[in-house]
Structure formats: structure tokens, C-alpha cells
């Protein structure tokens, strides 16, 4: 492996697109949702041993981080044979400090998109599914009752809410001009002028992608993510539409979004 990307992408952003569309190109390969991340985080929640304590702890931390590179790229290496690898899991941002100990000036994606977008999609796809017992309601408790309830816990738990203080803590930190964020609205209706601002943030060519024929190689289990945890891409890019959040959220509560968040529209000029 010639070169790790990090996709540190919102929920419901066009994170999966994105890696399909990076796994076009014959260089790179786009990881489903990874288990790299989780399993160095296992790793790093055995650092207080009893077994490191007792070792000399510059040499333990430079024998970790070593481990951490090493874990990557034996990981990779049993996957894939292309050069350039992007990895997708919304927590590396949140760990940027520890990737660039051992992959130094890590190259960080992160799609975003608008808020109340990103709500609507998670409450369509809460109607769609009424017939399983997945969602934020509870009757017995009156809660996410509405969908002002319901936009009011996504924004404040997993996976929405945690990505949302995740990518202000990067603005916070200052990590955010390490990382390119790409709006999902850009990658719909300009999507190869947005692809090259990847590959030139990224250091690699130019590569002519086929938006008409998008087509998903790498196989991934959704069945195991829950009905929130949907990674389907559709075959065809299409612009996004303006607005479309419009049919699925109430005025009022569209409104609370934004004013609830007012960083995140400011920042990303929605």
C-alpha cells in the first residue's frame, strides 16, 4: 500500500458514493464501512496493562504507534493489491492527532450535506419502515412521538449528532484546513469537477469517472448495520434536488435545524 485516505464522512452524506465512485479508478480501492479504526481503538484500550506500565513508556508508545501502522498495512495488504487505499469511518477525524502519529499528514475526506437533508433522509427512511421496531419512538414514554422529536434526537445521539460535534470539534482543533470537505450537493451535480479536487487534495491523476454506470465491487452486509445503516447506491448520478427536505419536514422544524446549528450553515454556506 502506497498511501492511506481517511473518509471521515457525516451520516447520510454520500459517504458511500463517494468510496464506489474512488473504487472506479483501478489505483485506488474504496472500502465499505471499515473495522481499522475499531480495531486499533481495541488496542489502544489495553495501553494501561500492567504489561506496558512496567516497560520504559517512550518505547512503549513508539512500539504502539509502530503497531498501528503495521495493523494498517497488513490489513490492507490481505484485501487489496491497489496501490492507494481510502478507508471510510466517520470516527478518524475525531482521532486525527493518533493517525498522524503513524501516518504522518493523514489526507482526511469528509462529505457533508444539508442538515435538514440528512434529517429528512433519516425520517424517510423511518416511515419506511414501520414494520420493524427500529426508530427513535417509544409510546410508552412519549418520546419521538413527532417528527420534531424525532429530528431532535438524531441531532443529539448516533450517529447523526455524534458526527455533527465531531466535525465542529475539527473547526474547533483547527485540523479542519488538514481536511477536504466535499458537499454532497457539489458531488451530485458537479461530480467531476469534484472528484478532481479530490484527486489533487489526495495527490493522485485525474481520473475520468463513469457517473452513468456506478456500480458498487466491494460487497458489504447491510442486513448487520440496522435499517439507518443503509449503503445502496443508486446506478445513476443525478444532480440533488433543492429543497428536499421540503415534503418530509415541517416549516418549524426545518427552521429549528438551522437555528439549532447555525456553525454548520455558516460554514458550509447552506
Keep these: 500500500m502506497e498511501k492511506l485516505i481517511f473518509n471521515a464522512s457525516m451520516p447520510r452524506s454520500g459517504s458511500e458514493l463517494l468510496q464506489v465512485l474512488l473504487h472506479q479508478n483501478p489505483r485506488i480501492y474504496g472500502s465499505p464501512t471499515s473495522p481499522l479504526l475499531e480495531y486499533q481503538f481495541a488496542a489502544r484500550g489495553n495501553y494501561g496493562l500492567a504489561e506496558v506500565k512496567s516497560q520504559t513508556p517512550a518505547l512503549m508508545q513508539q512500539a504502539f504507534i509502530a503497531m498501528c501502522k503495521?495493523?494498517?498495512?497488513?490489513?490492507?495488504?490481505?484485501?487489496?493489491?491497489?496501490?492507494?487505499?481510502?478507508?471510510?469511518?466517520?470516527?478518524?477525524?475525531?482521532?486525527?492527532?493518533?493517525?498522524?502519529?503513524?501516518?504522518?499528514?493523514?489526507?482526511?475526506?469528509?462529505?457533508?450535506?444539508?442538515?435538514?437533508?440528512?434529517?429528512?433522509?433519516?425520517?424517510?427512511?423511518?416511515?419506511?419502515?414501520?414494520?420493524?421496531?427500529?426508530?427513535?419512538?417509544?409510546?410508552?414514554?412519549?418520546?419521538?412521538?413527532?417528527?420534531?422529536?424525532?429530528?431532535?434526537?438524531?441531532?443529539?445521539?448516533?450517529?447523526?449528532?455524534?458526527?455533527?460535534?465531531?466535525?465542529?470539534?475539527c473547526f474547533q482543533r483547527g485540523i479542519a484546513r488538514d481536511i477536504l470537505f466535499?458537499?454532497?450537493e457539489e458531488l451530485c451535480s458537479h461530480p467531476q469537477g469534484a472528484m478532481d479536487k479530490i484527486y489533487e487534495f489526495i495527490g493522485e491523476e485525474p481520473f475520468a469517472h463513469d457517473f452513468q454506470n456506478i456500480v458498487k465491487e466491494v460487497e458489504e452486509d447491510d442486513s448487520h448495520f440496522?435499517?439507518?445503516?443503509?449503503?445502496?447506491?443508486?446506478?445513476?448520478?443525478?444532480?440533488?434536488?433543492?429543497?428536499?427536505?421540503?415534503?418530509?419536514?415541517?416549516?418549524?422544524?426545518?427552521?429549528?435545524?438551522?437555528?439549532?446549528?447555525?456553525?454548520?450553515?455558516?460554514?458550509?454556506?447552506?
Design 70 to 169: 503495521g495493523m494498517a498495512e497488513s490489513y490492507y495488504a490481505a484485501l487489496t493489491e491497489r496501490p492507494v487505499v481510502c478507508d471510510k469511518n466517520r470516527g478518524w477525524s475525531h482521532y486525527y492527532e493518533w493517525v498522524a502519529q503513524w501516518n504522518p499528514s493523514p489526507k482526511m475526506l469528509c462529505m457533508v450535506r444539508d442538515l435538514r437533508s440528512v434529517i429528512a433522509s433519516m425520517e424517510r427512511i423511518y416511515r419506511a419502515n414501520r414494520h420493524l421496531p427500529e426508530g427513535p419512538d417509544n409510546p410508552a414514554q412519549l418520546a419521538g412521538m413527532t417528527v420534531a422529536d424525532r429530528a431532535k434526537h438524531w441531532l443529539s445521539t448516533q450517529p447523526v449528532g455524534l458526527a455533527l460535534q465531531r466535525t465542529l470539534d
Design 182 to 184: 466535499v458537499k454532497y
Design 226 to 270: 440496522g435499517i439507518f445503516g443503509q449503503h445502496s447506491i443508486k446506478p445513476i448520478l443525478r444532480p440533488a434536488k433543492p429543497g428536499d427536505w421540503q415534503d418530509v419536514l415541517p416549516k418549524e422544524v426545518a427552521t429549528g435545524i438551522r437555528q439549532g446549528t447555525p456553525w454548520f450553515f455558516d460554514v458550509f454556506n447552506y
